[in-house]
């Protein structure tokens, strides 16, 4: 695309002065492409509109190329500090949410058992009815679980669910909750952190995949790209030590294989060496409590007990001292165990031992931008699980869902399902039939993002917060979810109508963003100012003043990682790891994103075993061989892909397919590992772990058909693995 800035303001200017004219009525205020008036919009050339894309946490800037109503291509927004014209794959095939043809296309209600997933159209009235008559017959029962929305929606959620005395859980898979427990003991500051990569000189990773879907990863891969190629005098260096060679490991200078659960005891022992060779910034006072803990821990038992020999855990120390602007960073497997928080606090020590922090290529924290209302604690799994201890919060209630899918996330052994069971009512407000939504009684579905107001603050990276606004007109009779809550709101009368008596969900944005103006700059007039912040997609400073830091908390445990099964029946290691592009198993029902080959193995369209070949041919394994692989909770099959990068204790399976619900391109195609995994919880955190499970492998003796791709001479060819042709 060669779209310049000033060229891209004017049209998007175009378009926001646009959806401000006065007299268009609430409706048409949504209505973004059709506010503008019919002669100027001309066939065959493009509005630009500029919004957030909301397909995973980050919340990148985006802008929506729209002709004649129909959003056409998505780019990056190359004035948001966070992605800076870039977009990941996700943000990419957005569109084939707008356009996918299993949106749930107006207000349901279930026709048969719950869970049998048959439904039958109710109308909107009548469904609201429903649904506020149930929330009023529970007071204080009611359970809302929403993905994490920072902003406007989650002020919304959070003053409803308190002003009705109910509980909301803003909860996703990925949302790094051992990271912010982490950074709680270590500095003193639960949020998540901003990595100055571009600055870095030597980079010591353990396990985070900041290259496929960490954090922020188009905000990480393009800084990791000035980190290695946008100096000229220096080229940072990079070290990945991680049990898997992964898309980041094979990235990096070095690759440092590791037992699973143990990095933080390598972090431990470099750290101790650290101090030991008089090498740390840390100031005195502080210096007592980590030789302390460090004392004892010895090299040669940590060298056996990670894997690592100690001559490689000295060199990576002296590596790590000497560079001009170290970095350690940490996630992924490292963090998704039963010692997971520890293993983080491990490793933020040795930044604090090399007092890299709010230093150029270090570690900064800014504090996310004063936005009104919107915070919005994401808690851990554990949270959810306590919803049928014995409180039995959900029980017999009314039991809310706002883009989570829970029963695909959560394995089996937490027995999450008995919450949905035991409900009175289960609302979905999403707009797929995903397998925690076909569970509903009833479903309010939401406009997808592209079709709806909403404001997005940005967590660690810079202070910014997105502005989202409509680019094409909603396509079903679906409507905005904070409309729902507004309008739910007003029938219940009393406190809540009080505290949110906004009309409809864009005048509450529009107010916030009023509130968050004049605080930044009293007497501003507002209109240029809401004007501007459409025109640019939203409000970012370049360079925040980075939070000082005067916590330096010491390790204080770094045990290895516990795991269920025993190592006799269960000899393997087991890996479920985010798919590229279906991550947590959101992007299953995309066929670009399906589509969309393994960086390490080119698998497309479905689940595969990877397996070291070694381990292979002690089992008489071939390639494409269906392999069951067993755990103490369950079992799987799928077909052997042979990886050398695994090594031969380890098993590991992506995430994201095996759907028994999400719409044709998701359904029924592959495997979910979440199912095998037990219910074992990091404790600080309260986040599962999901690597904390053993399994087993049983030849079945019959034959996959996984579809691999290959660049020949001659393009792409698909074919399965073992020559049977072409797929
Ligand atoms: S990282 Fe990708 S999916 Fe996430 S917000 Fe950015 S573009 Fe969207």
């Not at 290691?573 to 969309?596: I, K």
């Amino acid at each position: 695309m060669d779209l310049k800035r000033r060229d891209f303001l004017k049209v998007v200017g175009l378009g926001a002065a646009g959806s401000m004219l006065p007299g268009c009525g609430g409706e048409t205020a949504k209505l973004i492409p059709y506010v503008l008036p019919d002669e100027e919009i001309v066939p065959g050339v493009a509005n630009w509109y500029a919004s957030v894309c909301r397909e995973c946490e980050a919340g990148c800037g985006i802008i929506v190329r729209v002709m004649e109503g129909r959003a056409r291509k998505i780019e990056g927004n190359p004035d948001h500090p966070l992605n800076r014209g870039k977009l990941c794959a996700l943000g990419q095939a957005s569109l084939q949410g707008l356009y996918n043809p299993d949106r749930i296309r107006g207000p349901l209600q279930r026709d048969g058992e719950r869970g049998e997933g048959r439904f039958k159209p109710i109308p909107w009235e009548e469904a609201m009815s429903r649904w506020v008559s149930a929330l009023q017959k529970h007071p204080g029962g009611a359970v809302l679980i929403s993905r994490p929305v920072p902003g406007t929606l989650a002020g919304l959620f959070s003053t409803f669910m308190k002003e009705i005395s109910g509980t909301v859980f803003f909860y996703e898979p990925s949302a790094e909750r051992p990271l912010r427990a982490a950074n709680r003991k270590s500095f003193g500051i639960d949020f998540l952190p901003d990595y100055d990569l571009a600055n870095t000189t030597y980079l010591l990773s353990f396990g985070a995949p900041f290259l496929s879907h960490w954090l922020s990863p188009v905000h990480f891969g393009a800084a990791y790209g000035r980190m290695r190629q946008g100096r000229p005098e220096v080229r940072g260096r990079f070290v990945q030590v991680e049990p898997r060679l992964s898309l980041t490991a094979a990235s990096a200078d070095r690759w440092v294989p590791i037992r699973p659960g143990t990095e933080g005891l390598l972090a431990v022992a470099i750290g101790r060496l650290i101090l030991e060779e008089g090498r740390t910034n840390l100031p005195r006072g502080d210096r007592s409590r980590f030789e302390k803990f460090y004392a004892s821990f010895s090299i040669d038992r940590i060298a056996n007990e990670t894997g690592v020999a100690e001559e490689e855990i000295v060199r990576l120390a002296r590596e790590f001292y000497t560079a001009a602007s170290p970095l350690a960073i940490g996630g992924g497997i490292a963090s998704e165990q039963t010692n997971g928080t520890d293993t983080l606090v491990a490793i933020n020590a040795l930044n604090l031992l090399v007092g890299n922090i709010n230093r150029p290529g270090g570690i900064r924290f800014f504090r996310p931008s004063d936005f009104p209302a919107s915070s919005a604690e994401v808690v851990g799994e554990q949270a959810l699980l306590d919803l049928k201890g014995p409180s039995k919060k959900a029980s017999r209630s009314v039991l809310m869902l706002y883009q989570a899918n829970p029963l695909y996330t959560l394995p089996p052994s937490t027995q999450f399902r008995q919450v949905f069971e035991e409900a009175d009512l289960v609302v979905s407000f999403s707009p797929f039939l995903d397998e925690s939504t076909a569970m509903a009684d009833l479903i309010l579905p939401d406009h997808f993002f592209l079709e709806s107001w909403g404001d997005h603050v940005t967590e660690g990276i810079a202070p910014a917060a997105g502005l989202a606004q409509p680019v094409v007109i909603p396509r079903y009779d679906t409507r905005p979810v904070g409309d729902l809550f507004l309008g739910a709101a007003n029938r219940f009368g009393g406190g809540v109508k009080e505290r949110l008596s906004w009309t409809d969900y864009r005048t509450m944005v529009r107010e916030q963003w009023r509130d968050f103006f004049d605080r930044r700059q009293p007497g501003q007039p507002f209109e240029a100012a809401w004007v501007e912040a459409l025109q640019k997609g939203g409000w970012w400073k370049p360079e925040g003043k980075p939070v000082s830091i005067s916590q330096r908390g010491a390790p204080s445990a770094a045990e290895p990682a516990r795991f269920e099964g025993s190592e006799k029946e269960f000899p393997f290691y087991f890996y479920p790891f985010p798919s590229m592009g279906l991550h947590y198993g959101q992007g299953a029902n995309r066929p670009w994103l399906q589509e969309l080959p393994d960086p390490m193995t080119t698998v497309v369209w479905g689940s595969w075993v990877e397996i070291n070949p070694k381990t292979a041919q002690e089992y008489g394994l071939a390639e494409r061989d269906l392999v069951r692989v067993i755990s103490p909770y369950g079992e799987i099959e799928a077909p052997v892909v042979y990886f050398p990068g695994n090594p031969p204790d380890l098993i590991s399976v992506p995430i994201g397919q095996g759907h028994r619900a999400y719409g044709r391109y998701a359904e029924g195609r592959g495997v979910n590992p979440l199912a095998l995994l037990a219910p074992l919880i990091d404790a600080p955190s309260g986040a599962l772990a999901t690597g904390a499970t053993r399994v087993r492998i049983e030849r079945t003796g019959r034959k996959g058909r996984p579809v691999l791709v290959d660049q020949t001479g001659q393009g792409t060819r698909r074919h399965t693995e073992g020559g049977e042709g072409e797929a």
